[in-house]
């Protein structure tokens, strides 16, 4: 009588063991290339976004009747609340033409006679539609959008949330929730979600941009 060749309950159960370990890591394998290829593209964007503000402040061309600008940048307040994105926006003058003491002064909007306050030197609080027509307050930015980023990542702020580049000079100023110009760099940590965290820094006048590991999670 021929004798039937087969595997053995246990080879069956070593060779399914083999698999799933084999399958897990791939999986594994997968989610942390996808989210580090995520994070890459996140850190990306942030850093080109940032860049193409710098360049716009400089190069600084207003729009027929619009009164002068004080600079254009980002608002990266949403970033740190869940919705992961942030906003771009110009600064409107109350002055028609570059001239003013408020215009030329080392920091924008401010007038040396008088201390820093919400009228003198801080920058107004919130992003309206519209254009530049002699109020001062932050406008959007007109063909730019919205900056978003990967919902799944942890994302908080630090220092500042108001990235302003002056317009011609294009240096960076950095204001804090409030409106409050402040001596500090943009922090924006990043968690990756697989292991890792970093740090984006925006630095204060030169708007130059690092990143920075600052360890493992949590």
């Not at 007109?142 to 942890?154: A, K, R």
């Amino acid at each position: 009588m021929e004798k039937v060749k087969a595997y053995t309950l246990m080879e069956m159960l070593v060779v399914m063991t083999i698999m799933i370990i084999l399958l897990s890591v791939g999986i594994f394998s997968y989610l942390s290339f996808a989210k580090t290829t995520q994070f890459n593209q996140d850190v990306a964007d942030i850093q080109n976004d940032v860049l193409i503000m710098q360049r716009a402040a400089m190069l600084f061309e207003r729009d027929p009747d619009e009164y002068w600008l004080y600079g254009v940048g980002v608002d990266f307040g949403s970033l740190g609340n869940g919705e992961g994105n942030y906003e771009f926006f110009k600064w409107c003058s109350p002055y028609p033409d570059f001239g003013d003491v408020r215009t030329k002064s080392e920091y924008p909007n401010f007038d040396p006679e008088y201390s820093f306050s919400d009228t003198n030197g801080n920058i107004p609080v919130g992003i309206s539609d519209g254009v530049c027509d002699g109020e001062m307050k932050l406008v959007k930015l007109s063909g730019y959008g919205v900056g978003n980023l990967n919902l799944d990542e942890d994302v908080s702020i630090a220092n500042g949330r108001f990235l302003l580049f002056e317009a011609v000079s294009g240096k960076a100023f950095i204001y804090d929730s409030s409106g409050t110009l402040v001596d500090a760099n943009v922090e924006i940590i990043l968690n990756k979600g697989v292991g890792d965290r970093h740090m984006l820094v925006i630095k204060n006048l030169s708007g130059r941009i690092e990143l920075i590991n600052i360890g493992d999670d949590e």
